[in-house]
C-alpha cells in the first residue's frame, strides 16, 4: 500500500470569511485579510512576518518586477530565512513559482500581474474541482461496496 503521505499532492486552506468594508479601508488590513483566508495566518498569530512579506512581493509583482530572496528581504525588512520560508510555502500552495532565484505569482501564459485576482481564483477553484472530483469517486466506491 502506498503511504497515504504520498497521496497527498497539495494542500490548500481557504477560510469563507466575510470582507467588511472597513477591512477594505487600508492596505495592512487587507492583507492581513488576505493572508487568513489563503490559510499563511492563523487567526490570533503573533508572529506576523507573512504580512511584510507578501505586502512587498504583492508590490514588486504588480509593478512587474520578479523579485530574489535578498530584494524581498530588504524590501520587507525581514531575514532571507523567513522570506525563503513564505516563498517556499506560497509555491507549495501552487500560488509562486521560482525561476532562476527570481520569484512571481504564477499567472499563465496570457497573463499579467494585473489579472492576478483572476488567476488565483482560476487556480483555486481546477484545483478544488480536481479534489472534488477524487472524493466523488472515493464515495461512488463506498457506496458500492456497502451496497455489495
Not at 481557504?14 to 487600508?26: A, Y
Not at 511584510?52 to 525588512?77: C, N, R
Not at 522570506?83 to 512571481?104: D, F, I, N, P, T
Amino acid at each position: 500500500m502506498v503511504p497515504e503521505k504520498e497521496l497527498i499532492k497539495r494542500e490548500y486552506t481557504v477560510r469563507g470569511m466575510r470582507l467588511p468594508n472597513e477591512t477594505k479601508l487600508t492596505r495592512q488590513s487587507l492583507l492581513r485579510w488576505l493572508c487568513l483566508s489563503l490559510g499563511l495566518l492563523s487567526p490570533d498569530e503573533s508572529r506576523q512576518s507573512v504580512l511584510p512579506i507578501m505586502d512587498s512581493f504583492l508590490e514588486l509583482q504588480f509593478s512587474g518586477q520578479k523579485p530574489t530572496v535578498a530584494e524581498l528581504s530588504e524590501k520587507s525588512g525581514q531575514p532571507e530565512k523567513a522570506v525563503r520560508y513564505h516563498m517556499h510555502r506560497l509555491m507549495a500552495m501552487g500560488l509562486a513559482q521560482e525561476e532562476k532565484r527570481h520569484y512571481s505569482f504564477v499567472l499563465d501564459s496570457s497573463s499579467d500581474s494585473l489579472s492576478l485576482p483572476k488567476t488565483f481564483r482560476e487556480h483555486y477553484a481546477e484545483s478544488l474541482l480536481a479534489s472534488l472530483f477524487s472524493i466523488e469517486g472515493a464515495l461512488k466506491e463506498l457506496q458500492r461496496s456497502y451496497e455489495g
